[in-house]
Every structure is written in structure tokens, then in C-alpha cells.
């Protein structure tokens, strides 16, 4: 049996986790001095946690409970030093905001931004879930797991050949890669391994790389590994390989997305427990997806339908988004791109606007926040839906791939600071 180790940071504020380690996957260099670090300043001064706390509207998808009409606010800044090169992510785990820098990830208090734990780990290794779980030395004899709790309590535990490890319940789900197989384990935090289950040959990887950069996600009673491949499935809690025909899982802020084909026609959205939100996404933001006014993307046209009947259709490349009755589809043009404004029953044009970017946030009330991925510099725009009309811009180097909502904002990353804005 494995030793494991676990501690709890009130009361041992430094403890050095795992010894430093030579080597990663096709001989990139990893070094941990895994360490959590309780930061007292920031505990003490800190009020209850999850103060501002409250969920988003129900029946929506990335839609806010308030409207965005006026720019937002900077409610505190967290100078971390995100390193953008290795992961751009910003989670909720619990009450918690998880943030992924330079130095490891930090476990900050959504009301004030300070670090209230922080673990020294490549977080390039790191999978989000319930909990943070990281592999040190992936793919090596002496690699390890370690878990974060919201809290910061940590426990490591020692799974030679280990390359991706996510949470599940008190346990991790670890996916193996030595030179005998290539396969995936339930192991408990005491180093017991509770099932082994071989990928099957059609799920492998055709190359190893896919193996460091795999997701490995949790979902209700579900493991789904992919791996570039078809994704395979594993039951919880006795790792039979399940025939889910899934090719691939995404963890949005608002759930997960579960996709049966390569173009991502087919997108179901559940919870972490695996109920379904919404049977076929088509749309985020959405304020409506169980509206009898059902739009999806149809080629290079918007199609609307009710019950069944067309309404109208119209060129379109990307479904943006739909609130206040209003969808917003975007056609790309040799001369630019063409955002329009469509009354959902109708199909009437209500606006169309140009060299706006294309790809939507979060919304709340009439307000669709659009993000610029690409070009200088990366903002967040405030477009009214009515009207087409650009209310406000925020930031220079917004990263938006990833954020955490909150009933009244969101956190994101803005250059190598990570920002609560809130209306």
C-alpha cells in the first residue's frame, strides 16, 4: 500500500509537498517544490467567504442576474503573475476561485482577491473539478497525484506512470501511461487501487503527446477520457468501459458539454452530476434555450423554427447569442465580419454592425459582453442587442477563454492579473 500524505493548512502554514523531479513527457523539463502556503494576512482579513455569492438566473446559459448596461466595476485585482504561455484558467471549485500563475495555483477569496492557499505545482498538469488534482513527474516511476481541496487541505499519493488525474469523490481517477500499458485507475487516498481498466486500442492516442495534453473529466457516474481520439468511458465506480459514442467534453462555467460529433452539432449540457440542463445547445449566451423558438446552425445559414416550422433563415457562420428575444449571428465576409441583430419570431433585421468580434461571454438583461481574441488590444464590449450599439469597453489583454460567474459578475484574467468586474 502507498503511503499518503495530508494536512490541513490551519494549522501547518508551510509544508513542503513533493520533492523536486527531473523529468516530464518527451523530456520537458517539470520541477515542483510543491508547497502549500497559508497566507494569514489574507485569511484574517478576509469576511465570510462567499459574501456576494449566489447562482446565475436558472433556465439560462452564461447569462448574469443583473443587466450589463453600464461598464462594469473592478472589485479587487489578484497580481499573481498568470503565465498565459502555460494555462489560462479561472475556476470556481466550491466557494473558492481557482487560478492558475506562474508560481502554481492559487485559491483565492472571491470577495477580496486574497490568496487564501496556494500550491506550488506545473498547473499545466492540473485538472479542475470538485476539487484541483496535479501530476508531478507525469509518465515517470516516480510520479504523483496531488489533490487541493477548496479549502487548500491537500493529501499526495504516489501512482508511478501517472500523466492526467482528475477528482472523484474522496478519490482520483488516474489515467497511466508506463511501458506495459496504457490505462485507467480509481485510486484512494490511501494508495489502494480501487479498479485498473485498460483503454481500449481504438481510444489510444496515435502519439504519446496526446497522453500529457489528455482530459480527463467526471462527470455523474461517468469518467471521460479524450485523448485527440474518441473519447472512452469508464463507470465510476467499477471502471467498465461504457459505449457513450462520445467525442468530446467540455467544462464551460455554466456546465458541461457533451458532444457526439467532430462539428460539435450535437452539444448536450449537464451538471456535475450528470442531469441535463439543456438537450441540444445550440446558443450561449442564452436567456431562453427552453424558448418554443428553437435557432440552430444550419451550414452557412441561422435557422429559426417553432414547433417544428421554419420561421426565417439567414446567412450566418456563428450563432453568438440570444437575449431579450434577440439573436445575434455573425457572418464572416471578405470584407470583414457582420454581426446582425434578428428579432427571434420574426427574423426581421434590427441592426448590423461590423468589425466587432464575434465571440460572446456572458450576457445579462438586453447587455451580450463580446470578447476580442484576437489583435490589440483584447477587450470585453458591451453590445446592446436592440440596437447594435457598443455601450463600454474594458481592458487591453483580456483573457477570456476561461472565468468564473458569480450572480453579478465574473472573474477573468486581464493581462497576468486575475480581475472580479461586477454591475
Known amino acids: ?47 465570510t467567504r462567499g459574501a456576494l455569492l449566489g447562482s446565475v438566473p436558472r433556465d439560462t446559459v452564461a447569462v448574469l442576474g443583473v443587466d450589463l448596461t453600464a461598464a462594469p466595476d473592478v472589485r479587487w485585482v489578484a497580481e499573481i503573475a498568470v503565465d498565459g504561455a502555460r494555462s489560462e484558467t479561472v475556476w470556481f471549485v466550491g466557494d473558492t476561485v481557482v487560478a492558475m500563475a506562474a ?102 492516442a496515435k502519439d504519446d503527446l496526446a497522453w500529457w495534453t489528455a482530459v480527463l473529466t467526471v462527470v455523474g457516474g461517468h469518467v471521460h477520457l479524450v485523448t485527440g481520439a474518441p473519447a472512452v468511458s469508464f463507470d465510476v465506480d467499477d471502471g467498465t468501459v461504457e459505449e457513450s459514442g462520445l467525442r468530446w467534453v467540455h467544462r464551460a462555467p455554466y456546465g458541461y458539454e457533451l458532444s457526439w460529433s467532430d462539428d460539435e452539432t450535437a452539444v448536450t449540457l449537464v451538471d456535475a452530476d450528470g442531469a441535463t440542463l439543456v438537450e441540444s445547445l445550440t446558443l ?26 421554419e420561421l426565417w433563415r439567414l446567412p450566418s457562420d456563428h450563432l453568438v447569442g440570444r437575449l431579450a428575444d434577440v439573436v445575434v449571428v455573425a457572418h464572416w465576409m471578405p470584407s470583414g465580419t457582420r454581426l446582425t441583430g434578428v428579432d427571434q419570431a420574426t427574423g426581421r433585421t434590427l441592426w448590423e454592425a461590423w468589425d466587432l468580434p464575434s465571440l460572446a461571454v456572458v450576457g445579462g438583461g438586453s447587455t451580450l459582453v463580446l470578447w476580442d481574441l484576437v489583435g490589440e488590444p483584447q477587450q470585453l464590449h458591451g453590445l446592446d442587442v436592440r440596437t447594435g450599439e457598443v455601450l463600454w469597453t474594458y481592458g487591453e ?15 477573468v484574467i486581464d493581462g497576468t492579473d486575475v480581475v472580479r468586474l461586477a454591475w
Not at 434555450?289 to 435557432?295: D, K, R
Open 103 to 204: 508560481d502554481g495555483v492559487h485559491g483565492l477569496d472571491p470577495v477580496t482577491g486574497a490568496t487564501v492557499w496556494q500550491a506550488a505545482v506545473d498547473a499545466a498538469s492540473c485538472e479542475v473539478g470538485r476539487a484541483v488534482t496535479c501530476v508531478d513527474a507525469p509518465g515517470t516511476p516516480d510520479a504523483a497525484v496531488l489533490r487541493v481541496e477548496d479549502d487548500g487541505r491537500a493529501a499526495t499519493v504516489p501512482v508511478p506512470g501517472a500523466v492526467r488525474a482528475t477528482d472523484v469523490g474522496a478519490d482520483v481517477v488516474v489515467a497511466v501511461a508506463d511501458d506495459d500499458a496504457r490505462e485507467v485507475r480509481r485510486v484512494a487516498r490511501d494508495g489502494t487501487v480501487r479498479w485498473a481498466t485498460p483503454v481500449p486500442a481504438e481510444a489510444l
Open 284 to 309: 450561449a449566451p442564452d436567456d431562453d434555450p427552453g424558448s418554443a423558438v428553437q435557432v440552430r446552425q444550419d451550414l452557412d445559414v441561422a435557422v429559426a423554427a417553432r414547433h417544428g416550422e
Open 397 to 411: 489583454e483580456v483573457s477570456a477563454f476561461t472565468l468564473a460567474l458569480l450572480s453579478d459578475g465574473i472573474v
Open 1 to 47: 500500500m502507498a503511503a499518503v500524505e495530508e494536512f490541513d493548512l490551519a494549522v501547518q502554514p508551510a509544508v513542503p509537498r513533493l520533492r523536486s523531479r527531473r523529468r516530464g513527457p518527451a523530456g520537458r523539463a517539470v520541477t515542483w517544490v510543491a508547497a502549500l502556503v497559508l497566507v494569514v494576512a489574507g485569511v484574517l482579513a478576509a469576511p
